[in-house]
Nanobody, 122 residues
Framework: QVQLVEFGGGLVQAGGSLRLPCAAS????????MGWFRQAPGKEREFVAA????????SYADSVKGRFTIARDNAKNTVFLQMNSLKPEDTAVYYC???????????????WGQGTQVTVSS
């Protein structure tokens, strides 16, 4: 069973940056697609970004394209979400997730972290 733990959340001003690492406790981490999702109060959980097992393919939500970058280090069992040019509407709990294929659907990811809060002030 994979366990995922997110780090790096916090409070940042609009226009600032944050980097969210997610550490996975699994020897076969490199065989999983990894994704990042977020959930704002009163809203459904939404897709942010995903990366293939090799790191060769990525996918982004339109709302973060050009501002966020997903990357992974399979040697360290870690996936990262670099968030630049943050906006107040990026405020949410951010979750990393593992699954078999790149998808924007929460249903395609079967392992989830506990989430980390990101708050962007205006």
């Amino acid at each position: 069973q994979v366990q995922l733990v997110e780090f790096g959340g916090g409070l940042v001003q609009a226009g600032g940056s944050l980097r969210l690492p997610c550490a996975a406790s699994l020897r076969t981490f490199s065989s999983y697609v990894m994704g990042w999702f977020r959930q704002a109060p009163g809203k459904e959980r939404e897709f942010v970004a995903a990366i293939s097992w090799s790191g060769g393919a990525t996918s982004y939500a339109d709302s973060v394209k050009g501002r966020f970058t997903i990357a992974r280090d399979n040697a360290k069992n870690t996936v990262f979400l670099q968030m630049n040019s943050l906006k107040p509407e990026d405020t949410a709990v951010y979750y990393c997730a593992a699954g078999p294929t790149i998808s924007s659907s929460v249903l395609r990811y079967n392992i989830w972290g506990q989430g980390t809060q990101v708050t962007v002030s205006s």
